[in-house]
């Protein structure tokens, strides 16, 4: 199959045929529009492919996601955070030498500028968590770099984050800031500058530390999903890692993307006040006069299961049991989803628990507030991120992002002027 055959207005055309490395086949319409005329038009780009890309293979019908071809199962279970990132970043899993060395990195960057505590002590404390986490982004740059291409910048982005979704929190809370240790992994670190104080040594919960560190390696890539391809957009301009990074938190902090775990936490609080009438939201979401949706369900790509939520699932059990926890959400979270999967609506439209589903209840045990949610969800994206960013700049095929469109508006008119147009 190397060539697919276009029939238009009479004419035939044909374009290449690209396969990927599992089968994955594309049609190169780069040259549509010069040969042809028209345009692909796509809305919510659900069949096109933007990109080329060796990070991240996802088979939604399968429910099989792998980074760098290692299936998230093993790595949930087998590696740390910083060993994902290395995978992400530079391609391959890292020997110990090459950990430590991030480590290393990872932790002398985690120490940002005295100044971003003055921007964040600037922004109102009722601020959403992703708005003040987007603009600490952006300030960054200002204090770190202007170009934002180099290993420095990718490592400092992804320590930065965690140092300033800590720091917000603190603030948020109105708590004196802990600065980062020297010598704790990323998921621990978090924790002690969340949790710590400032005048002591870290002191981590390890059954806390790994649930996080299980999280984040669950959310760290996703091929190219909504925030992904923002970073992408931004970057293509060649506007700095920083800049990009910034506009992939907002684009994550949208309910229809990373928003939705805040929102799934919402709504089965909202169903236990509601004496667990989990019947009336099932009906709520199927009835096209409300705006309403079931929240953590359904998904772009997975048609049969999210292998992240079943991971999260099973972790949701196992994390409440290693802390001793009972969470009545917990037992709302699985009859809705049982009511769900029996429902003709759902089964019809192939909508399952995504991995916004059970992660809210995680983070609950462990006690993250529930705005923090979604700032959780950009600790592990960063390093997709950052890994997807540097892919586009460094991909021989690269220009910048420039969709076009159908234009439906006005033909050309004239201007009027004012006293001409009437009351
Ligand atoms: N509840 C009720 N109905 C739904 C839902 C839902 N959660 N999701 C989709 N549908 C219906 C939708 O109304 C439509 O019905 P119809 O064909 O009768 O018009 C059909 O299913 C297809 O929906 P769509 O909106 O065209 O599907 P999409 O691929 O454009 O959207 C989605 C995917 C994830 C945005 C959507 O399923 C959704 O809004 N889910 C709830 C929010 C959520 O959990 N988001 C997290 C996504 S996973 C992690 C991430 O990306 O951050």
Not at 273 to 282: A, I, R, S, T
Not at 301 to 313: E, G, H, M, Q, S
Request: aromatic fraction near 8%; glycine fraction near 8%; include cysteine.
């Amino acid at each position: 199959m190397s060539k697919a055959k276009l029939t238009f207005d009479g004419e035939e055309y044909e374009f290449p045929v690209v396969e990927g490395s599992e089968g994955e086949v594309g049609i190169d319409v780069a040259k549509l529009r010069g040969a042809t005329g028209a345009v692909s038009l796509d809305p919510g780009y659900g069949n096109t492919g933007s990109c080329q890309s060796s990070i991240t293979f996802i088979d939604g019908e399968k429910g099989i996601l792998r980074y760098r071809g290692y299936p998230i199962e093993e790595l949930a279970e087998k590696v740390s955070f910083e060993e994902v990132i290395h995978l992400l970043v530079y391609g391959e899993l890292p020997t110990q030498s090459e950990l430590d060395e991030l480590k290393e990195k990872l932790n002398e960057y985690a120490v940002i500028d005295e100044g971003i505590k003055d921007v964040l002590n600037g922004l109102p404390r009722t601020a959403h968590p992703m708005a003040m986490l987007s603009t600490a982004m952006s300030a960054l740059e200002t204090y770190y770099s202007t170009t934002g291409s180099s290993d420095e910048d990718i490592l400092r982005v992804i320590a930065g984050t965690n140092t300033l979704a800590a720091y917000i929190y603190r603030y948020k809370e109105e708590l004196p800031y802990v600065s980062p240790s020297k010598d704790l992994g990323v998921a621990s670190n978090f924790l002690h500058m969340m949790y710590g104080r400032p005048d002591e040594d870290p002191d981590v919960d390890e059954v806390v530390a790994e649930a996080i560190d299980k999280l984040l390696t669950l959310h760290a890539d996703h091929e190219q999903n909504c925030s992904t391809s923002t970073v992408r957009m931004v970057g293509s301009a060649h506007a700095s890692l920083y800049a990009s990074i910034a506009a992939g938190v907002g684009a994550l902090s949208g309910p229809l993307h990373g928003g939705a775990n805040q929102a799934v936490l919402e709504m089965l609080q909202n169903i236990q006040d509601d004496d667990g009438d989990l019947e009336k939201y099932v009906e709520l979401a199927k009835d096209k006069s409300s705006e309403f949706r079931l929240m953590g369900f359904g998904h772009r790509v997975y048609k049969n299961f999210d292998p992240r939520a079943r991971i999260l699932k099973k972790s949701a059990d196992e994390v409440l049991g290693a802390l001793g926890k009972d969470d009545p959400l917990l037992d709302i979270a699985r009859n809705l989803e049982q009511v769900a999967l029996e429902d003709e609506f759902f089964v019809k439209r192939r909508l399952y628990p995504n991995v916004d589903f059970y992660s809210g209840i995680i983070y609950r045990a462990l006690e993250i507030p529930t705005e923090m949610f979604t700032v959780m969800f950009a600790l592990g994206r960063v390093s997709g991120w950052v890994s997807q960013w540097h892919e586009m700049r460094n991909d021989p095929a690269f220009r910048i992002h420039r969709p076009r469109q159908i234009y439906i508006g006005e033909n050309g008119r004239s201007v009027q002027p004012i006293s001409e147009r009437g009351e």
